[in-house]
């Protein structure tokens, strides 16, 4: 049974800080490439940030670069969305999703990891997404 659970939503100023976490269940998430997206009200779903494993290459939309940080918690199985200096913009459900065994394989080098995060279609297991509301 995997599952993928996020938290750390919720209402922030502009210019405030996030920590998202993804507790994975089911399954060994270091071996898993990881993504982070986000969908507004009447948005299409558009990834923010994704990892190959083993923390071999990270990806961040240009949108979010410089003020968010994906990372991994092997002993916890978890994996986080450090966001900072937050924008109304950034408004959406964030959810967590991983590639399956597949695609993880595949997903190694740079030029594929940005791929894949342009294309959640792609992603085998999604969570149940957290709300991030940033006020101005």
């Known amino acids: 049974q995997v599952q993928l659970v996020e938290s750390g939503g919720g209402l922030v100023q502009a210019g405030g800080s996030l920590r998202l976490s993804c507790a994975a269940s089911g399954f060994t998430l270091d071996y898993y490439v990881i993504g982070w997206f986000r969908q507004a009200p009447g948005k299409e779903r558009e990834g923010v940030s994704c990892i190959s494993s083993n923390d071999v290459n990270t990806y961040y939309a240009d949108s979010v670069k410089g003020r968010f940080t994906i990372s991994r918690d092997n002993v916890k199985n978890t994996v986080y969305l450090q966001m900072n200096s937050l924008k109304p913009e950034d408004t959406a459900v964030y959810y967590c999703?991983?590639?399956?065994?597949?695609?993880?394989?595949?997903?190694?080098?740079?030029?594929?990891?940005?791929?894949?995060?342009?294309?959640?279609?792609?992603?085998?297991?999604w969570g149940q997404g957290t709300q991030v509301i940033v006020s101005s």
């Open positions: 999703a991983a590639g399956s065994p597949r695609e993880s394989r595949r997903t190694r080098d740079i030029t594929t990891v940005q791929a894949m995060c342009h294309m959640p279609s792609r992603w085998n297991y």
